[in-house]
């Protein structure tokens, strides 16, 4: 598990963020393969806030998902509404960081 914790607060703020943010991954059938993790450390790198999308997965489904993903990609699931989650992991470097938590 990523050892990042958040207040409530932070947690509201992002998900305020999120709101605005379009869907950079998209999880189908292919599931949770390395190719989608690559891609998911990509853009958490990129971006530390990344919203993903589900297709097809059944709500139950989901809820295993995003913990899984949080585990294996190094992240917080910031929150799951309906078929879309959102991911954040802070940047190692305070430079490069592009999100500013309150």
Not at 54 to 65: H, K, M, Q, S, V
Not at 77 to 98: D, K, N
């Amino acid at each position: 598990m990523y050892d990042f914790l958040l207040t409530g607060a932070q947690r509201t703020y992002l998900r305020g963020l999120g709101q605005t943010l379009a869907p950079k991954l998209k999880l189908g059938k292919g599931g949770l393969t390395p190719a989608f993790f690559k891609e998911l450390q990509k853009q958490l790198q990129a971006h530390e806030l990344v919203k993903l999308r589900f297709l097809g997965a059944e709500r139950d489904e989901r809820a295993a998902l995003c913990a899984r993903i949080a585990d294996e990609g190094r992240c917080l699931c910031i929150g799951a509404v309906g078929h879309t989650a959102l991911f954040y992991r802070q940047h190692p470097e305070p430079a490069a960081r592009s999100v500013a938590l309150p």
